[in-house]
């Protein structure tokens, strides 16, 4: 038996754009149509109107080609229009390809779109059976896990009920739980867990990572590298319908997060506080070598670049007191990074100019941090800006061993450290505890 799931080979999908595949016409509108042909081209020639030679068409893959062995977890990254869904829907049979072909060697288990693959008209207990039963399962393999199911979706009190009724919240949790609990031999996850809350978000992660544990196949589609990173040991980057890069996780995490995102204009924000007197125009992340950036690895440097106008004719640094705030995705501070614990005495003209804030090395596990911001002049409070943009972490192997730190079970902080065996102990402790290892 062939150690590979899933091969791509030279896949392409082409779209046509602003087309709309033309009705059968009877004679009678044919011969209509012919009475007209003159009128059309004296338009088209005379009246400006261009004659379409080509119909206009979008390739959304191109050429993509890869490989993927039994019980890897590969991960699928790229931005909004990279081709990512389009090649999920054509490994799950859902489009077929323009070119090329992918091969699936078992049974898939797919979750798209919230509520993929569920009747409206039928129960959640009946939508249940019916996804079952297109996975290729016996009744009673279904009825075996029919309780887990259930209970994993947190929907118990409604599983009787058609589940058009059922809110966008709902329709995930049991449509995920059935993709996740029913045994596919390979399971297909788009980016819809965003839809779900915090809690119900960690316990998918949670259950995918089973899953990867009992050594099944996963692709997964994410835009939020920190659980790409955590659940996958490959990564496939896609960009305009092309494979970018593919290998491991960390090696094309890294690339991925150093491509140029763009300064965020803060101009336009008008849920600001202060007098006005300057404001904080534009916040731009950027890496050591001044490149623009939207992601950061655990231990790397990040340059945070703050564009500020001012109606003074001159501006002091030393003199502002400016506060940047890291939040949580509750909005709780996590750290704070200020003019007050790192002055400088860098003398800058009024008008505009930028202040620059280096962090030699970003001590954080992986989160998507908000960046909260503060600014008074010479007692005068300027200006304030929440959540004026946000700083991806992502995990890296930072202390060298394998195992790298997750924000939800080691909290927030990474700080260096080591350990002894055997050292003395301080003098105001009487004994010594000794740990050993085996072997």
Not at 114 to 126: A, D, K, Y
Not at 267 to 281: A, E
Request: contains cysteine; proline residues 3%.
């Amino acid at each position: 038996m062939s150690d590979l799931a899933i091969r791509v080979d030279g896949l392409s999908k082409r779209y046509r754009i602003g087309t709309r595949p033309e009705r059968y016409k009877t004679l009678r509108d044919s011969l209509a149509g012919l009475t007209t042909v003159p009128s059309r081209l004296r338009r088209r020639v005379f009246g400006g109107e261009t004659l379409r030679t080509e119909e206009d068409t979008f390739w959304a893959l191109k050429d993509v080609s890869f490989e993927v062995k039994w019980g890897e977890v590969v991960g699928i990254i790229g931005r909004n229009g990279a081709g990512k869904s389009t090649l999920l829907k054509v490994l799950s049979r859902i489009t077929e390809p323009t070119e090329g072909y992918a091969d699936v060697f078992g049974r898939v288990g797919s979750l798209l779109e919230v509520g993929t693959g569920f009747h409206p008209e039928l129960t959640g207990r009946e939508n249940v059976f019916l996804n079952g039963a297109i996975l290729g399962m016996r009744r009673s393999e279904i009825d075996q896990k029919f309780d887990e199911i259930v209970d994993f979706a947190e929907v118990e009190k409604f599983i009787d009920t058609p589940v058009k009724h059922y809110s966008s919240g709902m329709y995930l949790r049991l449509a995920f739980a059935v993709a996740a609990h029913l045994e596919p031999e390979i399971l297909v996850v788009d980016e819809v867990l965003a839809v779900g809350d915090t809690g119900f978000q960690r316990k998918c992660l949670g259950r995918m990572q089973k899953i990867a544990d009992e050594g099944r196949t996963v692709l997964f589609v994410s835009h939020d590298m920190t659980a790409i990173s955590h659940l996958t040991s490959r990564v496939v980057w896609l960009d305009r319908g092309c494979v970018i890069k593919e290998g491991h996780t960390e090696k094309v995490v890294a690339e991925y997060c150093k491509q140029k995102t763009g300064g965020i204009d803060l101009r336009h924000r008008r849920d600001r506080q202060g007098d006005g007197t300057i404001r904080i125009d534009s916040l731009t992340l950027l890496d050591e070598e001044g490149n623009e950036v939207g992601q950061v690895a655990t231990g790397e440097s990040l340059v945070i670049a703050l564009g500020y106008r001012s109606e003074l004719r001159e501006v002091v640094v030393r003199d502002l007191w400016l506060d940047m705030r890291f939040t949580d995705p509750l909005n709780a501070p996590v750290t704070t990074f200020s003019t007050r614990f790192a002055p400088t005495e860098v003398v800058r003209a009024g008008g505009a100019g930028t202040l620059t804030c280096t962090i030699p090395r970003v001590m954080l596990a992986d989160e998507v941090y908000g960046i909260d911001l503060w600014l008074a002049y010479r007692g005068g409070f300027c200006d304030a800006v929440l959540r004026a943009g946000e700083v991806t972490v992502v995990t890296s192997n930072y202390f060298g061993t394998g195992h790298v730190p997750v924000r939800r079970k080691h909290g927030a902080a990474v700080i260096p450290h080591s350990w002894s065996v055997g050292s003395p102990a301080p003098a105001s402790i009487s004994t010594v505890t000794h740990w050993e290892g085996e072997g």
